[in-house]
């Protein structure tokens, strides 16, 4: 992943089967939902508004859930802390090749 000229990581392709599993997610809470909530109080409204609810927290468990979304964002943080690790040492090394702030 990473070369020996740099500690920046490439970070990983998006996977293609996240919306899969978001769909499966999302369709199995709303079977779950629907066969022992909606069938006994017959409630349209709260139905409906567990689908709209359901819809993001499906996304959110999918992406938790997956490996490579989680290995892409610690990629990411870690190229972020190297960029502001960097440029840290060239703040020190302006400082003191100039004895003065340049800006």
Do not use: W
Request: hydrophobic share 45%; proline share 2%.
């Amino acid at each position: 992943m990473a070369d020996n000229s740099s500690r920046m990581i490439r970070a990983s392709e998006f996977p293609s089967t996240l919306y899969a599993q978001t769909l499966v997610y999302f369709f199995g809470a709303n079977l779950m939902y629907h066969k022992h909530i909606f069938r006994t109080t017959g409630n349209r409204v709260a139905f409906s508004l567990f689908m709209v609810a359901n819809a993001f927290t499906s996304y959110q468990l999918a992406e938790c859930t997956n490996l490579t979304i989680i290995d892409r964002d610690a990629a990411a943080y870690n190229n972020t802390l190297e960029v502001e690790h960097r440029a840290q040492i060239n703040q020190k090394l302006r400082l003191n090749m100039m004895k003065t702030p340049m800006f």
